[in-house]
């Protein structure tokens, strides 16, 4: 089978968007297909496009044995509605110019930017005469008026529900990444509940395992977390939990990522005077993230409290899960209970920063339990989440179409 992957975001941009895409394609290709990937320019979250990708419009190259086409992006960060508006219409346009350098195809998958990766998508369908599977990362446009980026009652937000049950209708395939989004995609926007396949994002076990031992010379605690500094995140809650934590000298905590949020956290940590958190602000590889994870005792989840339970799953949880690291989850909803099921963390209320210093110190002073919920989490993701096995389903969610 030949897939064609539209993803805007693909490493090394960071982010849970370009993680799916990378490893659907992997799992696609571990499972005997050929899989190609109409990319943007290496921008997110930063804006700073790589020095080999500039004054050029297409870049064709190998990441992984799979076939990368990249094509232009203006070097915007990823900050603000009107700069990530730029950058999608941006791909939408320019990713059509990849289509010289597609051959022969046998379905399109529309991995990301949600919803508007759709639309080029089914040029190259119509082109090609194959279908078109949907991604569906986050729902659009409902969690961007969740975060505050977009108006219930705007003109904006209205045009972006019409192009939302435009494709949702429209796709031939529609692959959630949680159940809790099935609800919203069958039932407000009428998509059939029979194209509807939900496939979890999976991680990559050959870059992410535990390594059991720690490197680090001194007997620290380490608390971590990993990923994009967004506003979806509570970084004031983990914060406040540090301060409250100064007196436990052997507690550290490691905020690693890239993001708009980053100067925000390092003034809060001057303000606050918080001596015991340490702030990495660069892309570092996903060998390196797996590195980092593996020195911590202890990971969070710390999502922003908007008032409403989360729908989708961080994809940043499985590779948590995969390094046998216990996880303090910090909000309500599908993440929550994900973590509840699988017995791999503690799971508080978000914005509790009291109650999360409670849960750290609870993991310092029982480590067989901390042990225990690492492991369960480790062995939840080999039986249920590895690329391949996340690859065959969504070979075998393809080859559906095919009858059609």
């Not at 110019?97 to 759709?118: G, Q, T, Y």
């Not at 799953?313 to 909000?331: D, G, N, R």
Request: proline share 6%; with cysteine.
């Amino acid at each position: 089978m030949r897939v064609l992957i539209i993803a805007q975001y693909f490493p090394p941009d960071m982010g849970g968007g370009a993680t799916r895409a990378f490893n659907a394609a992997k799992g696609l290709k571990a499972n005997g297909c050929d899989v190609v990937v109409v990319a943007a320019f290496p921008h997110y979250p930063t804006g700073n496009i790589p020095r080999e990708y500039r004054w050029r419009i297409v870049r064709v190259e190998h990441v992984a044995g799979i076939k990368v086409i990249r094509t232009f992006v203006p070097p915007l960060a990823s900050r603000g509605l009107a700069n990530r508006m730029v950058l999608f219409l941006s791909f939408v346009v320019s990713s059509l110019l990849a289509l010289p350098f597609v051959s022969r195809i046998d379905v399109v998958w529309a991995a990301n930017p949600n919803i508007l990766s759709f639309f080029p998508a089914v040029v190259f369908g119509l082109l090609k005469r194959c279908p078109v599977a949907l991604n569906v990362d986050d729902l659009w446009p409902e969690d961007v008026h969740l975060i505050g980026l977009l108006k219930k009652d705007s003109i904006t937000f209205k045009i972006a529900e019409l192009l939302a049950r435009i494709a949702y209708n429209k796709a031939s395939l529609v692959t959630p990444i949680s159940p809790g989004y099935v609800r919203i995609i069958s039932g407000k926007y009428g998509a059939s509940p029979r194209k509807v396949r939900v496939i979890r994002g999976g991680v990559d076990l050959s870059k992410f395992k535990p390594t059991y031992g720690k490197p680090t010379e001194k007997n620290e605690f380490i608390v971590l977390y990993s990923g994009a500094f967004s506003i979806a995140y509570d970084f004031d809650q983990v914060l406040k939990a540090a301060k409250l934590l100064e007196n436990y000298e052997d507690i550290k905590f490691i905020l690693q990522g890239g993001g708009e949020l980053v100067d925000y956290v390092k003034r809060r940590i001057e303000k606050l005077k918080i001596r015991n958190v340490k702030v990495i602000d660069k892309i570092i590889s996903r060998e390196e993230v797996a590195r980092l994870l593996n020195e911590a005792d202890a990971v969070i989840l710390p999502l922003k409290n908007f008032g409403k339970p989360y729908l989708g799953i961080s994809t940043k949880l499985y590779e948590y899960q995969a390094v046998a690291k216990p996880i303090i989850c910090c909000c309500e909803g599908q993440p929550a209970d994900y973590v509840k099921e699988t017995k791999s963390g503690i799971v508080i209320k978000p914005g509790d920063y009291k109650s999360l210093a409670k849960a750290i110190i609870y993991l310092k002073q029982n480590p067989e339990i901390a042990l225990r919920m690492g492991l369960s989490g480790r062995c939840y993701v080999e039986a249920n989440l590895t690329i391949d096995k996340i690859g065959l389903q969504m070979k075998k969610a393809f080859e559906t179409l095919k009858h059609k």
